[in-house]
């Protein structure tokens, strides 16, 4: 069983539509979520990161995480073609060895006109 | 967050040979990671590099396979050696400025090997 589970997708929406994009993870000592947004043939960029449960916005985001059911959740509203991306949960313990990141494989999100 | 350069952007290499790849940052960091992405697969840590000692690598990588150079505060390189098709992937860089849980991104090196 992989640490961290995420839907490949693809999804595709119509634009204006809320967007739900989901991890789940085995590891209960992950203290750091984070969501990072992959154009095609670029490098990840971080979107938002929360510690522990709760929710943090920013704009159209939201983030939402549950960790006494190990779940967290991107939201995207009023979705835009310039949206579709592939979009990557990546969690962490921080250690004296840093930040090791453990990524999902990616949900392939295509937003329409 | 960091501004970050990879050399090369992407390469065709034959198989044998060796490929290094650099990384450049904008400003001084402790920390610099070097990750792999595969097709259809998550994002997988290579090893973490920080400055004026050895690398750290994770379970299934090895130094003589993936040699890392940490010079100064704002560079390294990853060389991915006797390279074989099962190599090609993309290679990415990232760092942790300031803040330790924050992680950007390169762009990252397309590697192909035939």
């Known amino acids: 069983q992989k640490e961290v589970e995420q839907d490949p997708g693809p999804l595709s929406v119509p634009e204006g539509a809320i967007v739900s994009l989901n991890c789940t993870y085995s590891n209960s000592a992950f203290q750091y979520f984070m969501w990072y947004r992959q154009y095609s043939r670029k490098g990840p960029e971080l979107l938002m990161y929360t510690y522990s449960s709760g929710n943090k916005e920013d704009g159209r985001f939201t983030a939402q995480v549950d960790k006494s059911s190990k779940y967290i959740s991107l939201f995207i509203r009023d979705s835009q073609p310039s949206d579709s991306a592939t979009y990557l949960c990546?969690?962490?313990?921080?250690?004296?060895?840093?930040?090791?990141?453990?990524f999902g494989t990616g949900t392939q999100l295509k937003v329409e006109l | 967050s960091a501004v970050i350069s990879q050399k090369p952007s992407r390469d065709i290499c034959q198989r044998g040979t060796s490929l290094t790849i650099q990384c450049q940052v904008d400003?001084?960091?402790?920390?610099m990671f070097w990750y792999r992405q595969q097709p259809g697969q998550s994002l997988t840590l290579i090893a973490t590099?920080?400055?004026?000692?050895?690398?750290?690598?994770e379970s299934g990588f090895v130094i003589d396979k993936f040699p890392i150079s940490r010079p100064n505060l704002t560079f390294s390189t990853l060389t991915v050696s006797n390279l074989s098709p099962e190599d090609s992937s993309i290679y990415l860089c990232?760092?942790?400025?300031?803040?330790?849980?924050?992680?950007?991104f390169g762009p990252g090196t397309r590697l192909t090997v035939t």
């Open positions: 400003s001084q960091v402790t920390m």
């Open positions: 990546a969690m962490s313990v921080l250690t004296g060895g840093g930040n090791k990141l453990t």
């Open positions: 990232s760092v942790s400025p300031g803040r330790r849980y924050e992680q950007y």
């Open positions: 590099a920080n400055q004026g000692s050895e690398a750290t690598y």
